[in-house]
């Protein structure tokens, strides 16, 4: 039976951080805040997979809280939705994210974050949509006060 899941995350954008989505570096004056590396898209896709399983979210499994997680690296969260997906003898259908985000230019960035995202989810790259929007300059997100994300999953699962 095919199990579709939502996912939304955001993280302010503040001077002193790497900038950080879908796990590429992207060269910019400001990077996002947060207890890991603040990877806003991989975390919207993480809880994707995880409402798709009808599981807790992102920060039921890897707490803010935890020091294990500071500074980690956003793919170890995927890996281990993945995981989950496997366990429950799932399989990842596809995955589609929109990034939204005033500045920097991020469409230069996708077909690598495409990469790294299937690669953490041990996947095929014609699974995964990345988009990225600006928000017309509306709202926090228009004065580049934080970066939001969005996506979804769709996880065939036995029943
Ligand atoms: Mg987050």
Known sequence: MNHVGIGYDVHPLVEGRKLILGGV???????????????VLMHAICDALLGALGESDIGHFFPNTDPR????????FL????????????????????????????????????????AALGI?????GVKATTNEHLGFVGREE??????????????
């Open 69 to 76: 997680w500071q500074g980690a690296a956003s793919k170890t």
């Open 146 to 159: 934080g970066i939001a994300a969005m996506a979804v999953a769709s996880v065939e699962l036995p029943e």
């Open 124 to 128: 095929n790259l014609k699974r995964v």
């Open 25 to 39: 570096e992207i060269a910019y004056s400001k990077g996002l805040a947060g207890h890991s590396d603040a990877d």
């Open 79 to 118: 890996q281990e939705a993945a995981r989950q997906v496997k366990f429950r003898e799932g399989t990842i259908v596809n995955i589609d994210a929109t990034v939204i985000a005033e500045q920097p230019r991020l469409a230069p960035h996708v077909s690598a974050m495409k990469e790294n995202i299937a």
